[in-house]
DNA sequence: CGGTTAATTGAAATATATCAACCGGTGTGG
DNA sequence: CCACACCGGTTGATATATTTCAATTAACCG
């Protein structure tokens, strides 16, 4: 059903430290993320310094299972997290771009995702003790992660709506649309998506196959919505009727 | 697709104010609920007092885009918390149960899901302060709930796995394991499970139709695996095989 | 400019939804 | 106490959406 991972050994390059990217971990903007997960903005700066780290498309960064020792920063690139099962099956929850953060899922001793670039992809890595101390010292910090964590439930659960109740071409439309909004993209015609994965990808997001996403993403060009210059750009050429089929008027 | 939830006014009759319910806000067993949700167990205690209400069949406690006021525990009959569309289609993101709390939607100024009462059910309502007030006071408060939202968190993601790249038959038998354990109740043969809950329900937890749903039961029904000698009761008489088909082994 | 990978399209198979009828308990009223 | 109506659940037949399998085309890379 979906493309077994390859696993490329963590022959992650490590690089000059990247201090103060941690200023960042609040972003708060409840836009982003996963809670084991991803978060934009900025909040209140903390010290901190990591170490940058290189991946290759389709490499883990971490799996499902791993103990929690760290929490990462993408500053390149881009990164999936993914649920997988032993015969292939993959249910992507979520994407990272840069700026985001990934891997805040320290209530457990271990990770409940799979994290893994999309493309040739940079991190900062920090240790997972940042979290514990500034969680400790911060008043500020804490309520800001639940802020952020209550946006990341807001969003699997529309994502829950998406894979029970939506039709493919509703699911589609918004997924465009929901990348559209995370670039802070204006909501016009005639703007260039980039949407940085394959078919593949937007298909275990979807919970679809790679056919069924192309023959959407097809039908909709063939209604003048879409304009597909190259394989992962979209162009939008008729945003009200993207709007449309997103919610089911179509 | 779904039934029109049928909503009544809110004449919920107000009674005698229960003392110390919150002591148990902090189940902290990351078994249970939803963000905007449940929370089983008890951990610190902490002064709260709450006015009891009474729910009739398929009313609403609260909807989505409500403002935030208050949340609650359930201390009788039980709740399903969901997004439904215009047209009718539901997606439930969780079940409550006597003794979880739900509605801690407190990041943003309204709730993002609807809370409605699946039998005849007594809530206790606690003003949203309470939370604010023990978030401010409390030092592991906060960091309970924190680790309460992960685990609401990291329940979506596996419900998304589910609708994404379940088969019909792994979801509905990783349902009722789930109800299985939920109860606490053990994994062994022929133990009764009380559902509390309608087949629509299910279907709509389980991104199916009614129908979709009953051909799976009476199928695990002639395999052996489950009687069902009542519609909201499931014998479970094979929980090897269950486990089995949750798997996709079958 | 070949060779490889990803994307697209087509045809057939299949799972699930839809539409419709039937069943069984429950509660009510005669 | 029985008859009937009502509601939820079950089953059947058919329609349809989506997957699966297979082939073709397009993009990318050395």
Redesign the pocket.
């Known amino acids: ?1 979906s493309i077994g991972t390859k696993v490329f050994k963590p022959a992650a390059s490590a690089q000059a430290p990247d201090m103060g990217g941690l200023a960042a971990i609040l972003g708060a903007n409840g836009m982003s993320g996963h809670a084991e997960s991803r978060a934009g903005g900025r909040v209140s700066g903390f010290p901190a310094a990591g170490a940058v780290f290189a991946f290759e498309r389709n490499q883990a960064i971490f799996s499902d299972g791993d103990p929690v020792r760290s929490f990462y920063k993408v500053t390149s690139g881009s990164v999936r997290l993914c649920k997988l099962f032993a015969d292939g099956r993959r249910q992507i929850a979520g994407f990272c771009f840069p700026g985001e953060y990934f891997g805040l899922a320290w209530q457990g001793s271990e990770y409940a995702l799979t994290a893994e670039a999309m493309s040739e992809t940079t991190v900062v890595r920090f240790p997972q003790h940042c979290l514990a101390d500034l969680d400790r010292s911060s008043a500020g910090f804490r309520s800001h992660l639940v802020s952020l964590l209550c946006g990341e439930l807001s969003l699997a659960q529309n994502h829950l709506l998406m894979l029970g109740r939506q ?2 071409k509703e699911r589609v439309a918004t997924f465009l649309l929901m990348m559209l909004d995370r670039r802070g993209q204006d909501r016009r015609d005639s703007v260039m998506l980039d949407l940085h994965m ?3 990808d937007i298909a275990d997001y979807l ?6 996403v ?2 959407t ?2 039908d909709l060009k063939r209604a003048g919505i879409l304009g ?1 210059p ?3 750009e979209i162009l939008v050429k008729n945003i009200r009727l993207l709007q449309a089929t997103a919610n089911g008027e179509a």
Do not use: D, K, W
């Open positions: 059903m039709t493919v394959g078919r593949q919970g679809l196959t790679i056919e069924t192309c023959r993403i097809s597909v190259g394989p992962r």
